[in-house]
């Protein structure tokens, strides 16, 4: 009978940063480096911060989506990587989903960084919806609707007017107080914002200049383009986008003294294009 004896040497790869984290997969320490390299990057995978990317959310493998174990983070970390890097079997590099994952690993420490749950509407297509993530300083016309604009209005897309029975009641000189629980449907039409309350019926109009978290006197000037958005349980209004170079003026933005200690945003909202 013949002994053999062999050694083996097993080459552990350990993060820096996170140290419970470590692997012995080549291909895996590649991950590890990276993040290493952005710490802010290690946050976002382990924590529930980003809506979009951290623990939980569904751009993520199933099993890999809420599991705490490194095998887990390390997934979730190479799958946001591979979203930031260019290559032939990613998205294109003006895409939605380039552009979400960047903005999530730019500005995840900026002051208060969140995320929502964003529904969009055409004719085209039924319905498209994803998590996004947000800052108060970024979420303005623009800083999002640019995107959205150069994207929908290829000239592919043919959008539909909103039926007469959709369409707001005429402005009246007052803007109606907010609840809590009453649902908001903001339409901007041509000659102006229009906020419809559905338990009062009252209305008042919004000028077009007006951005996120904003209200000011009622206006007529004409706008370039629209959106219809339904706002549900938020605590003031909100206007989405517009605004820039939409706009033929941009006149003094006033918010309302009752909507000052108001909650930003509400955590579900839809818009649909409506040129013209």
């Known amino acids: 009978m013949k002994i053999h004896e062999q050694t083996v040497v097993r080459r552990t790869f350990q993060s820096e940063v996170q140290a419970d984290v470590?692997?012995?997969?080549?291909?895996?320490?590649?991950?590890?480096?990276?993040?290493?390299?952005?710490?802010?990057?290690?946050?976002?995978?382990?924590?529930?911060?980003?809506?979009?990317?951290?623990?939980?959310?569904?751009?993520?493998?199933?099993?890999?989506?809420?599991?705490?174990?490194?095998?887990?983070?390390?997934?979730?970390?190479?799958?946001?990587?591979?979203?930031?890097?260019?290559?032939?079997?990613?998205?294109?590099?003006?895409?939605?989903?380039?552009?979400?994952?960047?903005?999530?690993?730019?500005?995840?420490?900026?002051?208060?960084?969140?995320?929502?749950?964003?529904?969009?509407?055409?004719?085209?297509?039924?319905?498209?919806c994803m998590m996004m993530d947000y800052t108060p300083a970024t979420i303005s016309d623009r800083s999002l609707?640019?995107?959205?604009?150069?994207?929908?209005?290829?000239?592919?897309?043919?959008?539909?007017?909103?039926?007469?029975?959709?369409?707001?009641?005429?402005?009246?000189?007052?803007?109606?107080?907010?609840?809590?629980?009453?649902?908001?449907?903001?339409?901007?039409?041509?000659?102006?914002?229009?906020?419809s309350d559905s338990k009062t019926g009252g209305s008042g109009a919004i000028p077009h200049s007006a951005s996120a978290r904003s209200i000011a006197e009622p206006t007529q000037k004409t706008i370039s383009v629209g959106y219809r958005i339904v706002v549900e349980h938020v605590q003031e209004y909100i206007v989405f986008g517009m605004g820039g170079e939409h706009s033929q003026e941009n006149p003094r933005v006033v918010s309302p003294p009752a909507m000052k200690t108001a909650s930003p945003w509400s955590s579900r909202r839809q818009w649909q294009h409506d040129p013209q």
């Open 22 to 128: 470590s692997t012995n997969d080549p291909d895996l320490a590649e991950v590890i480096a990276w993040a290493d390299q952005h710490p802010a990057a290690w946050e976002i995978v382990t924590r529930k911060r980003s809506k979009a990317f951290g623990v939980g959310s569904c751009v993520y493998i199933g099993w890999a989506q809420r599991s705490m174990a490194p095998e887990a983070i390390l997934q979730r970390l190479r799958t946001f990587m591979e979203l930031l890097a260019d290559g032939p079997n990613g998205h294109p590099r003006n895409s939605i989903f380039r552009w979400r994952a960047r903005f999530t690993f730019e500005h995840y420490r900026d002051k208060g960084f969140t995320g929502a749950f964003f529904q969009q509407h055409d004719e085209r297509y039924p319905r498209s």
């Open 145 to 195: 609707l640019p995107w959205m604009d150069l994207y929908y209005r290829r000239p592919h897309h043919r959008w539909r007017r909103p039926s007469a029975s959709s369409r707001p009641p005429p402005p009246s000189s007052t803007v109606p107080k907010t609840t809590s629980k009453n649902k908001k449907e903001i339409i901007m039409e041509k000659s102006g914002y229009y906020v």
